[in-house]
């Protein structure tokens, strides 16, 4: 399906991605992609003094990373990539309306700065989530005439914002509800333009849990917070999906493709959306889980590289992976969970240690499993487990006698995935090695 649906997104480089930006754009490229249109990313930067080249790049990193990508915009290198249309390499067209404007006597100076001569009428907008809203500006002391121009003539967001819409033909827009205040302002200057507005649709704004509004503090805040701390960006969209919308039978857990087909602005929620980020944490535990080994180490590699974990090959990399998967909340934690596969300078939890190594007798039968295991013709998940229960019975000890000492004797921990699995993955030799080092170590004491 193709339209002529184009849309936008158009962040002020001033801070990083929030969350609700992140959201008007993931709303924006939905209906976008639900139609068939065109979503397209602008950079409001005319506010020279708080725009900085790190904002605009965080920006970048948080869309890209949610996967929304955008439809047109300067050529890069690399074929069918667009760069962002920059508001600071537009004047010329700023130029141009502005002088329209002015000749039509719709403008006015003011102490340097040029003003919009309201019409002081009533405004009427159809919104396609707010429905109808009347604007009464007939009085100048509630509803002041507009700046545009500043006097070192640089360009206000209300006029700069309008003319992009009005050159790059977008037929709807879709912003938070903070915005509905200004609406009415735009479109009298889309009238004195003698255009037609675009559709407008004011989304709901994201609250905490206690109401109040979200802001940059707020935990969860930051776009740049989820990845940091290893979230799954097809989970973190999916949550984002849910702040104002949803697909009305109480599923949560959503593939994009569906929540594209799904996805429609009259079906966004009128009331303001709350922000629950044990919600997302929880979405995320199920994003992880279900997801493809293959998937899972793409999103882990960074997080193994950043930790100088040295794993040799994919090869070697993703029957560990495997194991340790079902384990993982955040992808930042996988490094904690695979290091002692890849080097024998195991780290030892103190408390680890003396629960269990330490006990008595576990010495003498860390190395009686050593032994048995050394000795096994086949060394898969069921020989492992076989070997240890029957020498456990030999011992006349529990099962568990075993089986802790010898987690924490390979892996220096008491918690990890399936001890036969780890074994198995971990070798015949670095398994044996480790537990004869740590009982050795523990008889020196």
Request: aromatic share 10%; hydrophobic share 40%.
């Amino acid at each position: 399906m193709s339209s002529n649906v184009r849309v936008r997104f158009a962040p002020s480089p001033t801070g990083y991605l929030h969350v609700g930006g992140a959201r008007t754009a993931l709303f924006n490229w939905l209906y976008a992609r639900h139609t068939g249109g065109k979503f397209i990313l602008r950079i409001e930067d005319t506010d020279k003094a708080r725009n900085t080249v790190e904002a605009t790049q965080a920006i970048y990193d948080g869309l890209r990373w949610l996967g929304l990508d955008w439809d047109e915009g300067p050529q890069l290198e690399n074929e069918g990539e667009y760069g962002p249309y920059f508001q600071s390499e537009r004047e010329a067209v700023y130029l141009r309306y502005f002088e329209q404007l002015k000749a039509a006597g719709h403008l006015y100076e003011d102490g340097g700065a040029w003003r919009f001569r309201s019409p002081r009428k009533t405004v009427v907008l159809e919104d396609l989530v707010c429905g109808k809203i009347s604007f009464d500006l007939s009085n100048p002391m509630t509803h002041p005439d507009i700046t545009i121009r500043r006097p070192d003539g640089g360009w206000i967001f209300h006029f700069v914002n309008v003319v992009d819409d009005i050159e790059m033909k977008m037929t709807h827009v879709i912003r938070g509800e903070d915005h509905l205040s200004n609406t009415p302002k735009h479109i009298e200057l889309y009238q004195a333009l003698g255009v037609e507005p675009p559709r407008f649709a004011h989304i709901p704004l994201i609250l905490n849990r206690d109401g109040s509004k979200m802001s940059k503090r707020d935990q969860g805040a930051s776009i740049a917070g989820y990845i940091e701390q290893g979230y799954a960006p097809e989970a973190v969209r999916n949550y984002l999906c849910l702040l104002g919308w949803s697909p009305k039978d109480n599923r949560e857990v959503l593939d994009i493709d569906e929540i594209i087909s799904l996805f429609d602005l009259p079906k966004i929620n009128r009331r303001s959306a709350s922000f629950d980020l044990d919600k997302c944490y929880w979405i995320n535990g199920q994003y992880l889980l279900q997801m493809s080994l293959d998937r899972f180490a793409e999103l882990s590699l960074p997080f193994i590289d950043k930790a100088g974990i040295a794993y040799g090959s994919p090869d070697a990399l993703k029957p560990v992976l495997a194991i340790v998967k079902e384990k993982i909340k955040h992808l930042n934690e996988v490094p904690a969970w695979i290091g002692y596969f890849f080097s024998d300078a195991v780290e030892f939890d103190a408390e680890a240690v003396e629960k269990t190594l330490r006990k008595p007798g576990a010495a003498g039968r860390l190395n009686a499993l050593a032994a048995r295991y050394e000795a096994l013709d086949a060394w898969t998940v069921e020989a492992l487990e076989a070997t240890l229960k029957a020498t456990a019975v030999e011992l006349g000890v529990k099962t568990g006698e075993l089986i802790h000492p010898t987690r924490v004797s390979v892996s220096g921990r008491s918690v990890g995935p399936s001890l036969y699995h780890m074994l198995e993955v971990l070798g015949r030799e670095r398994t044996v090695r480790r537990m004869r080092k740590a009982a050795a170590e523990l008889a020196a004491e």
